[in-house]
């Protein structure tokens, strides 16, 4: 969705820097090397390609149901959408990389935290607390049966009343061409981001009694580390919505706005405070994982 890619790049960015944290801390150049020319052409074709099949097949879908048609969307958006997944995680990149070569490479892994984190609050809560609903309904059916909605536009409550798309979405033609696009796509991402941190971490000479040359458990403790961030920032996005929705159902149905000038922040700090903060729960994992 496009809406959420602002923050997904973000967090790509980010990633991608901390992988290969010990390859840059000896880049004399951040720009001219091999990682961050990788990150380009991966934004560029990778991420840019498959977001533009999803907008192209399923315009309403891609925009939160914002848009109906392609021909509705504004072609400065579209422009807008395409040029920050490029120019976001760039700069998350940097960011990182400024934190890498002062030896803060966990700050680098929060940066990408908090870009999960608001890629799974606006996916969940949207702005108006309706993000759920709009993600899991396909105007355009399942593969079983294409007249399920019979192209009818999302209206709010749509996901829980009629037309009800209910478990039949897991099958729905968006949710296949998720699959699809996801095995294209998270595939080399994560490929890319587990070979750069096991070759640095065998590389490393600090390291050399303590990681075999050849094991599996070094990748997949790399990548079940990379599955806690994730879903460390699930945790959190959940947790901000459900004050948000709080807000909605106690109060009043118009403080959805609430959601996100109350929840996102009260959310961030109290992780921050709890979990994220230097010498808490999740920067002991995150030496654990990644051995930095």
Not at 24 to 52: H, P, R
Not at 233 to 240: D, G, I, P, R, T
């Amino acid at each position: 969705m496009l809406y959420v890619d602002f923050f997904w790049v973000w967090a790509i960015g980010a990633m991608f820097a901390v992988a290969a944290a010990r390859q840059l801390k000896e880049e004399k150049d951040i720009w001219i090397n091999k990682y961050f020319v990788t990150l380009l052409i991966f934004m560029a074709l990778d991420f840019g390609g498959s977001g533009l099949v999803l907008l192209w097949t399923n315009p309403a879908w891609e925009t939160m149901q914002v848009f109906w048609m392609l021909e509705d969307i504004p072609l400065w958006f579209i422009l807008l959408w395409f040029s920050c997944n490029i120019i976001l995680p760039i700069i998350s990149y940097w960011l990182s990389i400024k934190y890498i070569k002062k030896n803060k490479i966990y700050n680098a892994m929060v940066l990408s935290i908090i870009g999960y984190f608001l890629f799974f609050f606006i996916l969940f809560y949207g702005w108006d607390g309706t993000g759920y609903q709009r993600f899991f309904y396909d105007a355009t059916g399942t593969i079983f049966n294409p007249h399920w909605n019979d192209r009818i536009p999302w209206t709010k409550g749509n996901v829980l009343s009629a037309p009800i798309m209910g478990f039949s979405w897991f099958y729905s033609n968006i949710a296949v061409t998720l699959y699809i696009l996801g095995v294209i796509f998270l595939g080399p991402h994560f490929y890319i981001c587990i070979k750069w941190a096991v070759n640095a971490i065998r590389s490393d000479q600090k390291l050399k009694d303590k990681v075999p040359s050849k094991d599996i458990k070094l990748p997949l403790s790399i990548a079940f580390g990379a599955l806690l961030t994730v879903g460390l920032a699930l945790l959190m996005a959940l947790f901000a919505g459900l004050i948000g929705w709080i807000f909605m159902l106690v109060i009043n149905d118009s403080l959805a706005i609430l959601g996100i000038i109350i929840g996102i922040p009260l959310s961030f700090v109290l992780s921050y405070l709890f979990i994220l903060k230097e010498n808490k729960i999740f920067h002991k994992v995150f030496n654990k994982f990644f051995y930095l």
